[in-house]
């Protein structure tokens, strides 16, 4: 491709709202163009990478034995009502009426619509295992994108459906698919983690997220130094202490004015924050008031509390809300409400003799104990795991790092197949819902997790596997001195015929501009062609990893760059194989 013919033009500065190292490079780069509120154009080089990130994708997929299809954008409805989504999920699904007044929604995922067509096509315990997949556009309309490409409305998903008999089968599929992720993202050159995850709007039993590693990722993930533990810290776990022996003591108030918080509670009453309760209030979606309790040194995990409460979610909730049930903020405690699911961390169970509220302003209550003072409807795990805190494996500490997550394999098992029957009948005739596993890759995000962990201040430093181009060639030379731009028109054309992927600056501009292109776009190998060169019949090549060039003669570039590029894939291949 020559840069004089390409679409699209670098730039200088990035706009001044841009945050991200991806999305201003990528603009930079001309890979691509905001044309709404988390909505973009791929122009051609950023559209080469994610060609080649969805191609190796597939290569993967093929490989333990899927099935490439496609399924719609816009579905009808009711399919989601079968499901019990349509209701469930809030305003991210766009919803809108056909102009036959009928209702549809603009796809999110493919559950419903891979469990439609599993109840036309499978009936028998025959056709079954199954693994489909496509890769196709999908809507969620984000209240908050940012970054690029990195949380957009509309993106493009790879999405794989497992089908089998039973849950052993689901099993086996679900790892073969994470050994395929290992290698798909290894191929692209991503360094990652993978971590348990909540199943969140998806259901089922089980989910594993592959988290690369980024200090502008949204995600925190927990992660044991010995190898031995890794969780997304919405359901991340931790050593607790051991349940003390003290003995229970008489409840008894204690004036406390000015101590709305806890860590003013503890100061006025010279204790440490483990001996105190915090009280935090929501209501849930259902509409029931959620009364969580913790001990005062831990935080709640609204993931965890959620399940908990079987809540699909949570609001805090008002002063006018916690009133009604009989506590006060800033001195709230469960003793004597009423209306409220009681919820206690496991911490608030084994540490007695807490400090908690009174539910009268400026008042406190000393040695509450749970079953005793009051009854909690649920006790669970609902503390938020922090970096520090001790490995559930080992008990070493865990350390907390920043994450994206770019691609996540869930266990559905019989959710989706059970309400819209999607059945099979085994050996002796008996029906049975299908199993189903679900496992998601966006490949636009993918792209800029990629130039989040391959950068530097001049620019991207691509994977040879995703890079848009292999080789980037230029010419230098003044315009009364034409010999380096035929020599580089000589070169172009030996590259190409070698099946080199080869972006060739044959515009008019001063060396300092062609150089500055070269490594903000990023492709791997950069050769050019000056007087100087010519004078001894060479050519510079420089990698854009390396810190200096080296000079080939012009005959030798073509076997030379071929063997450069032969060694870049095969040190990625090698990371995959290593998976």
Same mark, same amino acid.
């Given at each position: 491709?020559?840069?004089?013919?390409?679409?699209?033009?670098?730039?200088?500065?990035?706009?001044?709202?841009?945050?991200?190292?991806?999305?201003?490079?990528?603009?930079?780069?001309?890979?691509?163009?905001?044309?709404?509120?988390g909505?973009?154009?791929?122009?051609?080089?950023?559209?080469?990478?994610?060609?080649?990130?969805?191609?190796?994708?597939?290569?993967?997929?093929?490989?333990?034995?899927?099935?490439? !299809?496609?399924?719609?954008?816009?579905?009808?409805?009711?399919?989601?009502?079968?499901?019990?989504?349509?209701?469930?999920?809030?305003?991210?699904?766009?919803?809108?009426?056909?102009?036959?007044?009928r209702?549809?929604?603009?796809?999110?995922?493919?559950?419903?619509?891979i469990?439609?067509?599993?109840?036309?096509?499978?009936?028998?315990?025959?056709?079954?295992?199954?693994?489909?997949?496509?890769?196709?556009?999908?809507?969620?309309d984000?209240p908050?994108?940012?970054?690029?490409?990195?949380?957009?409305?509309?993106?493009?998903?790879?999405?794989?459906?497992?089908?089998?008999?039973?849950?052993?089968?689901?099993?086996?599929?679900?790892?073969?698919?994470?050994h395929?992720?290992?290698?798909?993202f290894?191929?692209?050159?991503?360094?990652?983690?993978?971590?348990?995850?909540?199943?969140?709007?998806?259901?089922?039993?089980?989910?594993? *997220?592959?988290?690369? !590693?980024?200090?502008?990722?949204?995600?925190?993930?927990?992660i044991?130094?010995?190898?031995?533990?890794a969780?997304?810290? *919405?359901?991340?776990?931790?050593?607790?202490?051991?349940p003390?022996?003290?003995?229970?003591?008489?409840?008894?108030?204690i004036?406390?004015?000015?101590?709305t918080?806890i860590?003013?509670?503890?100061?006025?009453l010279?204790?440490?924050?483990?001996?105190?309760a915090?009280?935090?209030?929501?209501?849930?979606?259902?509409?029931?008031?959620?009364?969580a309790?913790?001990?005062?040194?831990?935080?709640?995990?609204?993931?965890?509390?959620?399940?908990?409460?079987?809540?699909?979610?949570?609001?805090?909730?008002?002063? *006018?809300?916690?009133?009604?049930?009989?506590?006060?903020?800033?001195?709230?405690?469960?003793?004597?409400v009423?209306?409220?699911?009681?919820?206690?961390?496991?911490?608030?169970?084994?540490?007695?003799?807490?400090?908690?509220g009174?539910?009268?302003?400026?008042w406190?209550l000393?040695?509450?104990?749970?079953?005793?003072?009051?009854?909690?409807?649920?006790?669970?795990?609902?503390?938020?795991?922090?970096?520090?805190?001790?490995?559930?494996?080992?008990?070493?500490?865990?350390?907390a790092?920043?994450?994206?997550?770019?691609?996540?394999?869930?266990?559905?098992?019989?959710?989706?197949s059970?309400?819209?029957g999607?059945?099979?009948?085994?050996?002796?005739?008996?029906?049975?819902?299908?199993?189903?596993?679900?496992?998601?890759?966006?490949s636009?995000?993918?792209?800029?997790?990629?130039?989040?962990?391959?950068h530097?201040?001049?620019?991207?430093?691509?994977?040879?596997?995703?890079?848009?181009?292999?080789?980037?060639?230029?010419?230098?030379?003044?315009?009364?001195?034409t010999?380096?731009?035929?020599?580089?028109?000589?070169?172009?054309?030996?590259?190409t015929?070698?099946?080199?992927?080869?972006?060739?600056?044959?515009?008019?501009?001063?060396?300092?501009?062609?150089?500055?292109?070269?490594?903000?776009?990023?492709?791997?190998?950069?050769?050019?062609?000056?007087?100087?060169?010519?004078?001894?019949?060479?050519?510079e090549?420089?990698?854009?990893?390396?810190a200096?060039?080296e000079?080939?003669?012009?005959?030798?570039?073509?076997?030379?760059?071929?063997?450069?590029?032969?060694?870049?894939?095969? *040190?990625?291949?090698?990371?995959?194989?290593?998976?």
């Amino acid at each position: 491709m020559r840069m004089s013919h390409l679409f699209g033009r670098t730039l200088r500065e990035a706009p001044g709202d841009v945050e991200l190292p991806s999305h201003r490079l990528m603009l930079r780069a001309a890979l691509i163009r905001p044309l709404g509120a988390g909505i973009y154009s791929l122009l051609p080089l950023g559209w080469r990478v994610v060609r080649k990130i969805e191609q190796i994708i597939r290569e993967e997929m093929n490989a333990i034995g899927g099935q490439e !299809l496609l399924m719609p954008v816009v579905h009808p409805a009711d399919i989601w009502r079968e499901s019990g989504r349509y209701d469930a999920v809030g305003p991210e699904m766009s919803r809108f009426k056909d102009r036959g007044d009928r209702d549809m929604v603009l796809a999110m995922t493919h559950e419903e619509v891979i469990t439609d067509l599993a109840r036309q096509e499978i009936n028998s315990y025959r056709q079954l295992p199954m693994l489909v997949y496509h890769i196709q556009t999908k809507w969620r309309d984000e209240p908050r994108s940012r970054g690029g490409l990195i949380r957009v409305r509309e993106f493009t998903m790879k999405d794989a459906y497992t089908l089998d008999r039973d849950e052993a089968g689901l099993d086996a599929q679900y790892q073969n698919q994470w050994h395929a992720y290992e290698r798909i993202f290894r191929r692209t050159g991503l360094a990652f983690v993978v971590v348990g995850a909540d199943t969140g709007m998806m259901g089922g039993t089980a989910s594993h *997220e592959f988290m690369a !590693l980024s200090p502008h990722g949204e995600d925190i993930v927990l992660i044991c130094p010995n190898g031995d533990y890794a969780d997304n810290r *919405e359901v991340a776990t931790f050593v607790r202490d051991a349940p003390t022996g003290e003995a229970a003591l008489p409840i008894e108030e204690i004036e406390t004015p000015s101590t709305t918080t806890i860590q003013a509670l503890a100061d006025f009453l010279g204790i440490p924050l483990a001996k105190t309760a915090k009280a935090v209030f929501y209501t849930g979606d259902s509409g029931q008031f959620v009364f969580a309790v913790i001990r005062g040194d831990l935080d709640i995990n609204e993931t965890k509390l959620r399940k908990a409460a079987g809540e699909g979610g949570l609001t805090p909730a008002t002063v *006018e809300e916690i009133r009604a049930i009989g506590a006060e903020p800033g001195f709230g405690s469960p003793v004597a409400v009423h209306d409220a699911l009681i919820v206690i961390d496991e911490s608030v169970r084994d540490t007695p003799n807490l400090v908690a509220g009174a539910n009268r302003a400026g008042w406190h209550l000393l040695n509450t104990n749970p079953g005793r003072d009051y009854q909690p409807d649920v006790v669970a795990d609902i503390a938020s795991a922090e970096a520090g805190f001790s490995c559930p494996v080992c008990g070493a500490a865990l350390t907390a790092e920043r994450a994206i997550e770019v691609g996540n394999i869930f266990k559905l098992g019989t959710r989706y197949s059970n309400v819209l029957g999607a059945n099979y009948l085994d050996a002796d005739g008996i029906s049975h819902p299908i199993v189903m596993g679900s496992y998601g890759i966006g490949s636009g995000r993918v792209a800029a997790t990629i130039v989040e962990q391959h950068h530097d201040e001049r620019g991207i430093v691509w994977p040879v596997s995703v890079a848009p181009y292999e080789v980037s060639l230029m010419w230098i030379g003044g315009a009364d001195d034409t010999a380096p731009q035929e020599a580089a028109d000589r070169l172009y054309d030996a590259l190409t015929a070698a099946a080199v992927e080869v972006l060739y600056d044959d515009r008019p501009e001063r060396a300092g501009v062609k150089f500055n292109d070269a490594d903000l776009i990023g492709n791997p190998v950069r050769i050019s062609v000056s007087s100087r060169t010519l004078e001894r019949g060479e050519a510079e090549i420089k990698l854009r990893t390396a810190a200096d060039a080296e000079f080939v003669a012009l005959d030798d570039v073509v076997p030379t760059v071929r063997r450069i590029l032969d060694g870049l894939y095969a *040190e990625l291949s090698g990371e995959a194989q290593r998976s």
